[in-house]
């Protein structure tokens, strides 16, 4: 038999009231769990479909098989002492410079502690493999010379020194073998990317040359420069610099490490903190390339905002709470102006 309410029954109304905000409460926290197990799902499904090497704990897996199959490779070398076989040695070298790529690659997402951890691991690997060098292949023996003898002159060009021996690399590691700029002596060197399927681009052994670099790339190897320019746009993954003297860059990547560098200004956006290692008189300053549609490919490349990062640079050699003296901001007087590189009429050939 229906029942009906009683507007003169206070407490009938009472009890349709709260059985409706019952009703509205179970509704709510219904629709709720059917949130989270939504949610729930597309991670577990994220997690299978997608990229397996975005978490610390997946680096540190993938880093430690790397760290002990070189630490094998560099004891089986030194049990077995042949100086013929100097193709292992390079191989290894190779293997140790993959693994220190794999840590800048990935320090974006990385704990500090985790990316100075890695590093050391990274700097006893090529100290053993220095060692092992020093080893199995010996500095040739001193002889006297004939006296007598004249050099003839020679027209081969004077090999060229790099900055002081203190900042002498110990290690010699292969560049890798991608698209890029090498071996040039004061030219101006142009690469658009736009339109291109470059993943990843190499400088190395360039005096006095200035390098013009526009649209999106995903690393940028650079090595061996020796008062040299280099305007670059946006780099969505990382930048390895290494032996670089009287230079001036002008870089934006997620994340930018920096070897045996001297007396040189960088010029940065960076979505994590800029890493130096082994280097003096270097000096830092806020990103200031201009060209025709940068907007857009610092949009995509995830650096359109500015974090302030080039100001926190990290000395990986300076462990002290004071400021490293390795390093400082450029005072404003003396910083370039906005670089345009807009104009791309002069050309060379890449190598």
């Not at 004891?75 to 800048?104: M, N, Y």
């Amino acid at each position: 038999m229906e029942q009906h309410q009683d507007p003169k029954n206070p407490n009938q109304v009472l009890d349709s009231a709260t059985q409706k905000k019952h009703a509205s409460m179970l509704e709510r926290l219904s629709n709720l769990q059917q949130t989270r197990l939504q949610q729930s799902l597309a991670r577990k499904s994220d997690s299978v479909s997608g990229p397996s090497f975005e978490s610390t704990q997946s680096f540190l897996t993938r880093f430690s098989d790397s760290n002990r199959s070189i630490e094998s490779q560099l004891a089986g070398a030194r049990l077995t002492c042949d100086p013929q076989r100097r193709s292992d040695l390079q191989q290894i070298s190779t293997s140790i410079a993959d693994l220190e790529k794999l840590v800048a690659e990935n320090s974006y997402y990385l704990p500090s502690y985790e990316i100075r951890s890695a590093l050391k691991s990274v700097s006893e690997l090529k100290q053993t493999l220095d060692n092992l060098n020093s080893e199995l292949l010996p500095k040739k023996k001193f002889s006297f010379r004939n006296k007598g003898t004249k050099r003839e002159p020679s027209n081969a060009p004077e090999e060229k020194e790099f900055g002081n021996a203190d900042l002498q690399p110990k290690l010699v590691f292969s560049i890798p073998d991608t698209p890029g700029f090498r071996n040039k002596e004061g030219e101006l060197l142009v690469k658009d990317f736009r339109g291109s399927d470059i993943g990843e681009f190499t400088i190395s052994d360039l005096d006095s040359c200035e390098v013009r670099l526009s649209g999106c790339v995903r690393t940028i190897f650079i090595h061996r420069l020796k008062n040299c320019r280099v305007f670059a746009g946006p780099v969505s993954g990382s930048i390895l610099i290494e032996e670089v003297e009287g230079c001036v860059f002008v870089l934006a990547s997620h994340q930018i490490r920096i070897h045996y560098a001297k007396g040189s200004d960088f010029y940065l956006r960076v979505r994590s903190r800029p890493i130096i290692e082994d280097s003096n008189g270097v000096r830092f300053a806020p990103y200031c390339l201009c060209y025709q549609g940068i907007e857009e490919d610092l949009k995509d490349s995830g650096l359109d905002e500015e974090t302030g990062n080039w100001a926190n640079v990290d000395d990986f050699r300076w462990l002290r709470a004071v400021q490293s003296p390795n390093w400082s901001a450029l005072p404003e007087n003396e910083r370039i102006g906005t670089v345009n590189i807009s104009n791309l009429e002069t050309r060379s050939e890449e190598s």
